[in-house]
């Protein structure tokens, strides 16, 4: 049958089979298949309440904020097909589950991490810089814990009424905000918003891979920062948002780009222009 894999920092390894001896990409899609895997007893403990199964086939090469990464299956689940599994990022890996147990099998990795996606809140960041290499699903984190995600980034979201600053929807992750964040922190609602904000809680684009140009947005304290109300754009809350340094950066580099120019030429472009280029 199809191998049964599991994707430790180590390498792939096989820890089962199923009973299936066709591909998965066979099984009808508009009816329920009762498919039963077998587990290697080493194996078993780690199959537990909230791990997720997807079907998984070929070489996959993705692009993210950590950098390239390369997924190569064993040769059988690459000429086959098979079924890897896991627990989502965020979430505890619960107890351990009974033999005969019944779980769904998503079609890849990406769906079967929305499944566990809860919306702990989403709101609205306006940013006055490009937003270019921020892509929806890229990572929100506050302080280096990540807590949501990008949702969205449309001018939509403000009825295109403004276009100089760019509207990008986020969504706190429920399941991560219970994970770093004890009770009494999350249990403010609008409040402890109004309050954060207040105490100079700001959103900015944050450089994930200078290799791969991904940004994330990051959530932080800012002191000394102008008190600023909190702002309603259709049924979302506006978080204010502040320039990242990177981008005050570019424009020193800019600015000495054309005091350069003024005294040496097409010479101090040609310098500095590697750098600055989009």
Known sequence: GLPI????????LRVGTTEAPFAVADLPEDEDVELRIFIEDEYSGLVSE??????????????????????LPSIETLLAGGI????????????????????????????????VFRSGGEFVLLFDQ??????????????????GRVAEISFNLNDGSEVRRVPVLVQLNQALIDRHFPAAMRDEGGAGMAKA???????????????????????????????????????YAVLPTVET??????????????????????????????????
């Open 5 to 12: 894999m599991l994707r430790p920092e180590t390498g792939t």
């Open 50 to 71: 909230n791990v997720r199964f997807w079907h998984e086939s070929g070489v996959e090469v993705t692009a993210g904020a950590e950098g390239f990464k390369l997924n």
């Open 84 to 115: 890897t599994f896991g627990v989502p990022e965020g979430m505890d890996p619960g107890e351990q589950v009974e033999d005969d147990s019944y779980f769904v099998l998503y079609g890849d990795a990406e769906r079967a991490e929305e499944s």
């Open 130 to 147: 490009s937003v270019r290499g921020l892509a929806v699903g890229a990572k929100v984190e506050f302080r280096g814990l990540q807590v």
């Open 197 to 235: 904000i207040g105490s100079g809680l700001r959103g900015s684009l944050r450089p994930s891979n200078y290799l791969t140009g991904q940004y994330y947005v990051d959530l932080d304290f800012y002191d000394d920062l102008p008190l600023q109300p909190i702002a309603q754009i259709g049924k």
């Open 245 to 278: 340094g990177l981008a005050r950066l570019e424009e020193q580099l800019a600015a000495v780009l054309r005091s350069d120019e003024r005294r040496g030429g097409n010479e101090c472009r040609s310098r500095w222009a590697p750098y600055l280029s989009d």
